[in-house]
């Protein structure tokens, strides 16, 4: 499982994992959409999901794409930047391998603005928003991490080859 902060580089990062382990790949948030389809017919992106239906069933849907990704046997699965905060998920990922990417908050930032600024930040002032959830996330994200890994200054592949053989070494 790969934990981190959105823009942090877990689905791509997993993706070259799972890659070089021969592995499936899967992102709960696109596994979320999936589901969101399934209930409702309406095809969106994870983000608008969040816009309009709220973080409630958000973190509902969240739950399910990761019970979803966690009976499919093993596999890298990305997980969304939040999805670690739900007490139940915490206990669920007791069985897992759990690596944290790490990025400053600047960093984060600045990805962040390039991709578009996420749903759940307050729009009013997005980077103090950004800031008290890193303050919060950071905490957890190393609690539940058997591996933390900094993606700041380095590509992917870099960072995918890190995790490869500080895996084989647990």
Excluded at 66 to 78: I, K, P, S, T
Excluded at 112 to 120: D, H, I, Q, R, S
């Amino acid at each position: 499982m790969l934990v981190g902060f959105k823009a942090s580089g877990k689905s791509t990062v997993g993706r070259l994992l799972a890659e070089a382990l021969g592995l499936p790949f899967e992102d709960t948030d696109t596994v979320l959409e999936g589901l969101h389809e399934a209930r409702t017919g309406e095809r969106l992106p994870f983000r608008e999901i969040y816009r309009g239906r709220g973080e409630s069933y958000f973190r509902e849907l969240e739950g399910e794409a990761l019970q979803h990704c966690l009976g499919r046997g093993l596999q890298v699965v990305a997980l969304g930047g939040g999805t670690p905060g739900r007490q139940e998920i915490k206990k669920v990922l007791g069985g897992c391998t759990v690596v944290y990417l790490k990025a400053s908050l600047e960093t984060l930032w600045e990805r962040m603005k390039e991709e578009g600024l996420p749903a759940f930040l307050d729009p009013r002032d997005p980077k103090t928003s950004l800031g008290k959830l890193y303050a919060e996330r950071v905490p957890l994200y190393e609690s539940l991490a058997h591996l933390e890994v900094g993606s700041e200054g380095r590509g992917p592949e870099s960072i995918a080859a890190e995790i490869l053989t500080r895996l084989k070494a647990l």
